[in-house]
């Protein structure tokens, strides 16, 4: 028998083994000995094991010395084990169930984490995300001066650039969608005027945003495609709209990229609005 198959084998006789202690453990009667051995096996890395025997052990040791550990054990078993799900869920439980406990700064902290975790990429929908921010906020004003503070704090600025590129997915997919149709009609000016009120109000809402630019990129040229798209009884108003959008872009970005495109769209709109 080569070296291969002999690890292969000791590893299999090594897992038929721990699965049995597990087994016989799980079938125990004795829930003091379940629940010392659930907390080995936290600390062994063993996460899912601990997780099963925390789960049906957390109702029995409710009014119990150790029920704030076993239920906060529950919770950080399930956040080690990736279920983020579960975790945030048991550690909400947790704080609604000692929010004074020995536990409860922790329990409060990792209500945001779990969610973080969970959080999906910005074009998903982003309801965790929500969830995440009011849940990191929670935290740091019922533990302004925690040692986790400046985590949480990173961790809300990381949430809101998520907000804010979701944002701007939406913003950039209705200037796409702008002329789309090729005519003037409805379509195409409500997707420059829905471009340019998704754009406005991400400014106004994140107003730091390192982004802030991109936005101001969209509006000004989604303005200017607007009154290029216009009804002949709308053009000169629109036209002088788009023109001091991009005065104001450049005020605030002189030394951007789409400097050019800024002033170009000036001299068209000049010949409109004879200013």
Same mark, same amino acid.
């Given at each position: 028998m080569n070296k291969g198959n002999i690890l292969t084998l000791c590893m299999a006789v090594?897992? &038929? @083994? !721990? /699965? @049995?202690?597990? %087994?016989?453990?799980?079938?125990?009667? $004795?829930?003091?000995y379940k629940y010392e051995y659930a907390k080995q096996c936290f600390a062994m890395g063993k996460f899912q094991q601990a997780s099963s025997l925390l789960q049906d052990l957390v109702m029995i040791q409710k009014g119990r010395d150790n029920a704030q550990e076993c239920l906060y054990l529950l919770g950080m078993s399930q956040y080690c084990n990736r279920d983020y799900e579960s975790a945030s869920t048991t550690f909400k439980k947790y704080y609604a169930s000692y929010p004074k406990g020995?536990?409860? *700064? =922790?329990? #409060? +902290?990792?209500?945001? =984490? @779990?969610?973080?975790? #969970?959080?999906? *990429?910005p074009r998903l929908d982003q309801t965790p995300t929500i969830g995440a921010i009011n849940a990191y906020q929670q935290?740091? $004003?019922?533990?302004? $001066? @925690?040692?986790?503070r400046p985590i949480a704090q990173q961790r809300l600025f990381e949430l809101q650039d998520n907000l804010v590129q979701k944002e701007f997915l939406s913003a950039q997919l209705y200037y796409n969608l702008g002329g789309y149709f090729g005519n003037i009609n409805a379509n195409t000016e409500s997707n420059y005027e829905a471009c340019i009120i998704t754009a406005q109000n991400a400014l106004k809402n994140y107003p730091y945003t390192k982004i802030r630019e991109k936005f101001s990129v969209l509006i000004m040229k989604s303005k200017f495609?607007? /009154?290029? %798209? &216009? &009804? *002949?009884?709308?053009?000169?108003?629109?036209?002088?709209? /788009?023109? $001091? *959008? !991009?005065?104001? +872009?450049?005020n605030e970005y002189p030394e951007s990229k789409e400097k050019e495109t800024a002033e170009k769209f000036i001299i068209k709109c000049k010949k409109i609005t004879k200013d």
């Open positions: 090594l897992l &038929s @083994s !721990c /699965a @049995s202690e597990f %087994n016989r453990v799980y079938k125990n009667a $004795d829930n003091d020995n536990f409860s *700064e =922790q329990a #409060s +902290f990792y209500v945001g =984490q @779990s969610l973080y975790r #969970s959080a999906p *990429e935290f740091l $004003d019922l533990y302004p $001066d @925690s040692e986790l495609y607007l /009154a290029e %798209n &216009s &009804s *002949e009884e709308r053009k000169l108003e629109r036209y002088r709209e /788009a023109e $001091d *959008e !991009c005065y104001g +872009f450049l």
